[in-house]
């Protein structure tokens, strides 16, 4: 009777830790963090718990997640405390990670701050949530400008023309069509090809 106790005692646990697992899975499911970021985000915000990082240091890696974003990059004699730990470089990633998949989506402080809570301690939820609010505008100004050095040009205008191969220095005799195009950039860009009467063709009808 003990040991069948014991045993239903055993499953009732395990299905409390089950659920309680699925339950966690499906809250995650719902966060605004991309589906490719989840793994790499969940086992940071494990390790904060774990390994129990000082409030101290994670403020400091929220500090330069906020910097790589909107500088491109690192002061060296200020980021000592990513070469010294694992977990404040891991813890690093993540916010830089979260802060930036929030600032894409353009996710509202109200979201943000719901969302962070779940994936780690209120104390260090708290303060990523105050990074966002404070510098939100300036990141997004950031991503913005990013975005449109990346831009690639768009086509402005394109002009045609055909002109015709009369002959060649080893042919008398070719009256070869081709069409010369010249397009403009909207980067001031001008572009000049030839094409074959079949390609142009090809291009016509396809």
Request: net charge positive; proline share 3%.
């Amino acid at each position: 009777y003990r040991i069948s106790m014991a045993a239903s005692v055993r499953r009732r646990t395990s299905n409390v830790f089950n659920k309680k697992k699925i339950g966690q899975s499906e809250a995650w499911q719902s966060l605004f963090i991309p589906r490719t970021s989840t793994r790499q985000i969940r086992a940071m915000c494990r390790t904060l718990e774990e390994d129990k990082l000082p409030l101290k240091a994670f403020k400091k890696t929220v500090v330069y997640a906020v910097q790589a974003l909107t500088e491109g990059g690192l002061h060296p004699d200020e980021s000592d405390i990513l070469r010294e730990s694992k977990v404040a470089q891991s813890a690093f990633l993540g916010n830089c990670i979260i802060l930036r998949s929030a600032v894409r989506s353009d996710i509202e402080v109200k979201t943000f701050s719901r969302d962070v809570k779940v994936m780690m301690p209120d104390e260090f939820a708290s303060v990523l949530v105050s990074a966002y609010r404070n510098r939100k505008e300036v990141l997004q100004d950031k991503m913005t400008e990013e975005s449109q050095q990346l831009a690639l040009p768009s086509l402005e205008s394109i002009r045609w023309r055909v002109d015709v191969t009369i002959s060649t220095t080893s042919l008398s005799r070719v009256f070869r069509p081709t069409v010369t195009f010249s397009i403009t950039l909207s980067n001031g860009k001008v572009r000049t090809f030839e094409v074959s009467m079949e390609k142009f063709n090809e291009l016509r009808y396809n």
